[in-house]
């Protein structure tokens, strides 16, 4: 269905043709820019200036004040293919009345079973297996050389943010018949904990585990001291951001409370921890691993210390690829899929839906500029 104005949209990337023809279908001019690489930011504000209605924007693209001024009076949304929003200046577009859109809850499964994909790649040593058979240094058969993997079943999980992503890795974990300690400063979801305890304790009544396993909430520090392994699930907060930033959340003093034997696993954002200090406590032995789906600096500088060719059987490094699923990532449906929940947050604020309120829109981040 057209709509009866033509609007101009211009996206940083291919977000998903299926998607974008949604909006072609309906009357938007839509250019994209071509190339796998981000635009520099010249050419943002070139397009933002020549009178585009929306932006759809990735987390690689900087929408900060300069961009957002370049739009000033034109510029009617910034739809952002991701959960987070780091890259866009809240400040800049609450002050310009520019309503900004993400797409929470349609990565949560994708990215949970991708941290515990991730956490039993780690413990278990699968590429450092891989490596021994394609180097072709696969030897005699032993019961523990050249080297062993940790079980992750009834294993002890900290969960350190029960958001939605949190509570779809915890779900993940009660299959594997996990202990589950739950740290989150702001919110706490004891309905939902209650209902985890129930399906717990109704697998071991039925005999599938033979431990009644446990889950509940602790402080930061029991989360730390007592998790085999401890996965990221927060939001990044920078100081001034919120009482509980989570800026270097794990630095050298959280590294130092985990067990020797401990495994850290992030798929939340990378300056949640501190690299040095990850370097130094996987250098020296303070945790036994550690796997990254994201970094301070993406993509990861080549002089980074965690490429360390000394720490390649204890780390495992991936390219921020945690929502990396087909479904995930290109359905058009905005209930399924990223592109498709960025066209509909477009699609939202420029064609007036929710009463034209962007502070009623389910996407709209910044939604207090407009109460």
Known sequence: MATSKRFRVFATCDIGQEALEVLRRRGYEVEVYPHPDPPPKSLIIEKVKSGVDGLITTLRDPIDREVLEAGRGTLKVVAQCAVGFDNIDRAAANELKIP???????????????????????????????????????????????????????????????????????????????????????????????????????????????????????????????????????????????????????????????????????????????????YWALKNGVIAGAALDVFEIEPLPPDSPLRDPELEDRLRLFHHFASGGRITRLSPDPDRGMAGRTVQALIDVLEGNYGGDPAKMPFVVNKEAFR
């Open 100 to 278: 900004f859109t993400h797409t929470p809850d349609v990565l949560n499964e994708a990215t949970a079973e991708f941290a515990l994909f991730i956490l039993g790649c780690v413990s278990r040593k699968l590429w450092p297996s891989e490596k021994l058979v394609r180097e072709n240094r696969w030897g005699a058969w032993h019961p523990y050389l050249p080297f062993l993997g940790d079980e992750v079943t009834g294993k002890t999980v900290s969960v350190i943010g029960t958001g939605r992503i949190g509570k779809a890795f915890i779900k993940k974990c009660i299959g594997l018949d996990m202990n589950i300690l739950c740290y989150d400063p702001i919110v706490q979801d004891h309905e939902f904990v209650a209902k985890v305890q129930r399906e717990m304790d109704l697998r071991y009544e039925l005999g599938f585990t033979p431990e009644r396993r446990t889950i509940r909430y602790v402080s930061f520090e029991e989360a730390l001291s007592q998790g085999d392994y401890v996965s990221l699930h927060v939001p990044l907060l920078r100081p001034g951001e919120s009482e509980t930033p989570t800026y270097h959340l794990i630095n050298e003093d959280a590294l130092r409370k985990m067990k020797p034997t401990a495994y850290l696993i992030n798929t939340s954002r990378g300056p949640v921890v501190d690299e040095r200090a990850l």
